[in-house]
């Protein structure tokens, strides 16, 4: 077996991550009341690399969470709303006939940015959905036969309402896969409700956009240092393990459990677990991954890439309460 050397990053290193995981943070939570499970899988995502799909009903700040990570970062941002008549051009782009030169020109679409926020993707067609598996996968898109590669850093954060499903397109399991991460955003509690209208009383909602607290080169910064967090070959084999359950249920979950798995992750699936366990310890401050950093991302990997029997939407057994009965089934190291 040969694998790349990584040089694990040292104290120096580790301190100048915290300081500006901890600026972006701030930021977040200078906007954004609670939704401290969204701040971690944002921020997950961007150290890692990874896309992310949010499911959750309207009104629970995620236009505003992405928007604030984007200036915060210094970084550009695009809100695209998603409906079944957008066609694939008018998120990548074309080419437009310009009289000046008697000639094509290609116009960039607004994919073309650091962070980009497709709201409510179920509402655009397959095509349109297919159409951004490039951009997403190979970090380019094509336009008449050339490619345009994506900015440096890129994330795709798309949404997803679950309660109404009139006139969507559900999303494929191939689209589902690119995701690297699914959160599932819940009500605040009444608490952070009443902190929300005591921040716009204060005129916090109304103010200018604040000023970028990080620069680009400080992200690239951050995802060099997390892809060179130290994961252990016992731990690799772990994750490979839990993986593996998933696909063949029947050999570690009982039965009841087991007949309800119709398809299990794929191989994205192990690589996006390595990823975000990686990114998890550099946010809890290490320099190496431990087995609880994998089980903190368990539920954001798997919630949508194990495929259910319909049995199991009727009895309402939930894709998390599976991945609780795979994480027991396999001994952590």
């Given at each position: 077996?040969?694998?790349?050397?990584?040089?694990?990053?040292?104290?120096?290193?580790?301190?100048?991550?915290?300081?500006?995981?901890?600026?972006?943070?701030?930021?977040?939570?200078?906007?954004?009341?609670?939704?401290?499970?969204?701040?971690?899988?944002?921020?997950?995502?961007?150290?890692?690399?990874?896309?992310?799909?949010?499911?959750?009903?309207?009104?629970?700040?995620?236009?505003?969470?992405?928007?604030?990570?984007?200036?915060?970062?210094?970084?550009?941002?695009?809100?695209?709303?998603?409906?079944?008549?957008?066609?694939?051009?008018?998120?990548?782009?074309?080419?437009?006939?310009?009289?000046?030169?008697?000639?094509?020109?290609?116009?960039?679409?607004?994919?073309?940015?650091?962070?980009?926020?497709?709201?409510?993707?179920?509402?655009?067609?397959?095509?349109?959905?297919?159409?951004?598996?490039?951009?997403?996968?190979?970090?380019?898109?094509?336009?008449?036969?050339?490619?345009?590669?994506?900015?440096?850093?890129?994330?795709?954060?798309?949404?997803?309402?679950?309660?109404?499903?009139?006139?969507?397109?559900?999303?494929?399991?191939?689209?589902?896969?690119?995701?690297?991460?699914?959160?599932?955003?819940?009500?605040?509690?009444?608490?952070?409700?009443?902190?929300?209208?005591?921040?716009?009383?204060?005129?916090?909602?109304?103010?200018?956009?604040?000023?970028?607290?990080?620069?680009?080169?400080?992200?690239?910064?951050?995802?060099?240092?997390?892809?060179?967090?130290?994961?252990?070959?016992?731990?690799?084999?772990?994750?490979?393990?839990?993986?593996?359950?998933?696909?063949?249920?029947?050999?570690?979950?009982?039965?009841?459990?087991?007949?309800?798995?119709?398809?299990?992750?794929?191989?994205?699936?192990?690589?996006?677990?390595?990823?975000?366990?990686?990114?998890?310890?550099?946010?809890?401050?290490?320099?190496?991954?431990?087995?609880?950093?994998?089980?903190?991302?368990?539920?954001?990997?798997?919630?949508?890439r194990l495929i259910l029997r319909f049995e199991a939407v009727t009895s309402g057994v939930t894709p998390e309460s599976i991945i609780d009965a795979v994480l027991q089934s396999v001994?952590?190291?």
């Amino acid at each position: 077996m040969t694998t790349a050397r990584r040089v694990q990053p040292d104290m120096q290193q580790m301190e100048g991550a915290r300081r500006i995981v901890h600026a972006i943070s701030q930021a977040f939570a200078a906007k954004v009341v609670g939704q401290d499970n969204l701040r971690e899988t944002l921020l997950i995502g961007l150290l890692a690399g990874g896309h992310i799909l949010l499911e959750s009903v309207p009104g629970l700040a995620k236009t505003t969470a992405a928007r604030v990570v984007a200036e915060s970062i210094s970084g550009g941002f695009q809100r695209i709303q998603c409906t079944p008549d957008l066609l694939p051009s008018d998120i990548m782009g074309t080419q437009i006939y310009d009289q000046n030169t008697n000639s094509f020109v290609t116009q960039l679409g607004p994919v073309h940015t650091n962070i980009v926020l497709l709201d409510e993707i179920n509402r655009s067609s397959a095509k349109t959905q297919s159409a951004m598996l490039e951009a997403m996968e190979e970090r380019q898109v094509t336009i008449a036969g050339k490619s345009y590669p994506m900015p440096e850093p890129f994330l795709v954060i798309a949404t997803q309402n679950p309660v109404d499903q009139e006139g969507t397109y559900p999303l494929s399991e191939a689209q589902t896969d690119r995701f690297m991460l699914k959160e599932i955003l819940r009500y605040p509690s009444p608490q952070e409700e009443a902190e929300v209208l005591f921040r716009m009383d204060a005129g916090v909602y109304n103010r200018t956009a604040p000023r970028p607290v990080i620069s680009l080169d400080d992200v690239r910064y951050l995802q060099q240092t997390t892809a060179n967090i130290h994961l252990d070959p016992v731990l690799v084999h772990y994750i490979a393990q839990l993986v593996y359950v998933t696909r063949h249920p029947a050999q570690a979950l009982p039965p009841q459990l087991a007949r309800l798995i119709e398809y299990g992750a794929s191989p994205r699936a192990t690589i996006a677990f390595a990823k975000a366990a990686r990114a998890a310890a550099l946010l809890a401050g290490r320099n190496h991954v431990l087995p609880e950093d994998i089980r903190r991302v368990a539920y954001r990997v798997l919630r949508h890439r194990l495929i259910l029997r319909f049995e199991a939407v009727t009895s309402g057994v939930t894709p998390e309460s599976i991945i609780d009965a795979v994480l027991q089934s396999v001994r952590v190291p």
